[in-house]
């Protein structure tokens, strides 16, 4: 028997791609249901093949729902992710919600699906931040080998990772200039056509952004407690793909070569490391593809043990669409959920 799958906020720029992915991957849904907000009641939204009609989140009956994939942002969350896992359908939240909750397992499957089973806790799982996620794929197998102590990341992430809304700011503002147009800004602090802005998320009164914290900690909670990070988040004009400049300080000698070989044989990660003009890996290529791309590996001659390279993934999927229905893959595979009887 297969699973009923509802996909909240199917109407937004993470949840269309949450559809596109459960068909792709063809995972054994015998239903899918598309949700999103009052106003998208009956919009169309593609899966696989198929046209569904999005249904509205607070009429609808989750008893027997398997697995809700959640990404209507933090309140939607907040407020509905308890009722729909007491309604007995696991949810897997896309939201910063409950990250940081000791009772709810923050997971990337390439790092820490074993995690996945502490879920029954809440009945939640919750998903990295996408700048987060692309990074634990590439360090977790440095970790492993030589023990990281220090890591300095600085990150340009595109406008995706604001939603549809961020896209649609870079479209407009884009058109407006080449038209000779007024530029109106609404979504982000600056104008992001043709600029970069060194902000992303709330400040904090330490003088970081709340998206650099998340790093922080979510890089502690999913791959080890003990490594230090900071992190600089810039918001840049690209569509869709993020990319981090990684600076790593280690316990233990590493060689860029090493550190190539084990990558090349990592999980969800894919080395395109050739050093000549083009032998490496844009935003431009990452979009639309599933691995966390490494490039420019080399070795940091400023300190001890330290190796410098480049991380690219496309936000969307590795970064949180693709990581959720490998979570719900991690459920299945290790047969932590079984399918509820559904009402013939
Ligand atoms: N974009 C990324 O790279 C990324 C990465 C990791 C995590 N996330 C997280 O994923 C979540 C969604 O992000 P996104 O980029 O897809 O945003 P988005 O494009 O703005 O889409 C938001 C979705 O939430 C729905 N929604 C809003 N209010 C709702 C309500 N009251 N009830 C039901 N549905 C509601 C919207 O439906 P309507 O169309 O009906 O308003 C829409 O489908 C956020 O929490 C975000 O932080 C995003």
Redesign the pocket.
Known sequence: MGYKVAV????????REMLAILAERRFPADEVVP??????MG?EVSYGDKTLK?K???HFDFSDVDICLM???????KE?SPKIAAAGAVVID???AWRYDADVPLIVPEVNAAAAAGFRKRGIIA????ST?QLVVALKPLHDRAKIKRVVVATYQ?V???????MDELDRQTKAIYSLQEIETKKFSKRIAFNVIPHIDVFQDDGFTREEWKMVAETKKILDPKIKLVATCVRVPVFVG?SEAVNIEFAEPITADEAREILHSAPGCLVIDRREPGGYVTPHEAAGEDATYISRIREDPTVENGLAMWVVSD??RK??ALNAVQIAEVLLNRKLIQAKKKAA
């Open positions: 909240v906020g199917a109407t937004g720029a993470v949840g949700l999103a907000s009052r106003k998208s919009v999005c509205t989140l607070e990404s209507a942002g933090g309140a939607v969350s509905w896309n939201s910063s998903n990295p931040n996408c996620a595109s995706s990772g604001a939603g549809k809304d961020g993020h936000n969307l970064g949180a």
